[in-house]
């Protein structure tokens, strides 16, 4: 069995932040003191390498399509360290001619300063955590910027542009505690009218080991979330937004390319604490892995923490889990390319689904329906039986 192998991008994860934000259950530390950025930069490159020459085999001549620093907040660490950061990665792997590079961002003015330095660095998309432009609602998910912050930061990133910053992302939350469906459509029309080249739109889930999970708070009810999402979807349609994923949407030309790498079943090597990657091979092999959690054993130069192989059972959930996120067509001859499964090891689900009206198709794609974008959990459950 061969595969052929998808884009190739890289995550890196920078895991401070100043503090814990109550819903998040991402892999981040409260900063305590001073953060070893050279230090940790050093680390980084290293577990680059020791990837490069693990996965030699399934790297090959490729190049890197895109890359996102996420955290945590990396824009804690300054424009040189990142500049140092890219460049040396760009001596160990080349990069595609258009590759895209992001890095997530807090909308705090301290942070939103080195904007320029960023893209002088080499950054040439950021992403913003802005979450809501309504002082109690910031207090309330523990963000420690304020309105006036989050539009300034907006500028900066505006200003930016003419120093190599191609697009710019701004994240907004619905469903908050105790928000109305007016507030949340306020907020999301001050987001609007920034114009952002991309803004994805996510409601608020209670993840377990939150402080949200521990004391829940208040959120609205089923009915004030659907209207929320129905009438926030229509303002960003008019304004020019489409949705090419759950969350996520874009003006023309816009979409993360990052983002859709993942989605489309793509591979991207990852390093820094607790990332997770995924790499496939020629040869037809399909590894997942993550690495070390802990700054402190990251730090000690022990990178890999686990590596498992995907089994050919495991791919078609592992494969439509990613791409049913995305509201374009499923090409069946990308789905036999990237996982070496043919159509027929699916038929049974695939008919199924059509007979629930979860999907339709041609000769050569698959397309989610509206109404099974409403029963998607019910849909990739499929895959696993």
């Known amino acids: 069995m061969r595969l052929t192998l998808p884009p190739l991008s890289l ?36 577990d680059l390498q020791q990837d490069l020459a693990s996965h030699k085999k399934a790297i090959q001549e490729r190049k890197l399509h895109s890359i996102f620093i996420g955290g945590g907040t990396p824009s804690l660490f300054s424009a040189e360290g990142i500049a140092y950061l890219l460049e040396n990665i760009q001596q160990y792997i080349e990069f595609e001619e258009n590759i895209e590079i992001t890095l997530e961002a807090n909308p705090g003015t301290a942070e939103a300063e080195r904007f320029i330095g960023y893209a002088q660095g080499g950054v040439n998309r950021i992403s913003m955590g802005v979450q809501s432009f309504e002082p109690e609602k910031l207090l309330k998910l523990g963000r420690i910027h304020d309105n006036n912050e989050a539009v300034q930061a907006v500028r900066f990133a505006q200003n930016a542009a003419k120093n190599g910053l191609t697009s710019f992302n701004i994240d907004l939350m619905h469903g908050l505690p105790n928000q109305s469906v007016k507030q949340a459509l306020a907020d999301l029309e001050r ?39 129905e009438q926030g979807h229509q303002l960003l349609i008019k304004a020019g937004y489409e949705q090419y994923e759950t969350s996520a949407y874009a003006k023309k030309g816009y979409q993360c390319r990052h983002n859709l790498n993942y989605w489309r079943f793509g591979d991207y090597l990852a390093i820094g604490c607790g990332a ?17 959690k802990h700054p402190r054993g990251y730090m000690r130069g022990e990178y890999l923490y686990q590596q498992d192989l995907v089994e050919l059972a495991d791919r078609p ?19 036999e390319d990237y996982t070496g499964l043919n159509e027929q090891s699916v038929r049974t689900t695939m008919d199924w689904a059509l007979s629930e009206n979860y999907i339709t198709e041609t000769s050569t794609h698959w397309q989610v329906t509206q109404y099974g ?12 039986d």
């Open 11 to 46: 995550y890196i994860h920078i895991p401070w932040c100043v503090q814990k934000c109550p819903y998040c259950d991402f892999n981040s530390h409260a900063q305590k003191g001073i953060i070893p950025e050279s230090d940790y930069i050093q680390h980084l490159l290293k």
């Open 191 to 229: 987001g609007i009218e920034l114009s952002p080249p991309h803004l994805s739109w996510y409601q608020l889930t209670i993840e377990p080991n939150t402080m949200f999970y521990y004391r829940q708070p208040t959120l609205p009810d089923d009915d004030d979330l659907w209207n929320i999402f």
């Open 317 to 335: 959930f592992e494969y439509f889990m990613n791409r049913f996120r995305l509201l374009e067509a499923v090409p069946k001859q990308q789905f």
């Open 373 to 384: 974008k409403l029963f998607l959990n019910t849909l990739l459950e499929g895959f696993l």
């Open 276 to 292: 997770h990657g995924k790499i496939s091979y020629p040869d037809g092999n399909i590894y997942r892995f993550s690495k070390t």
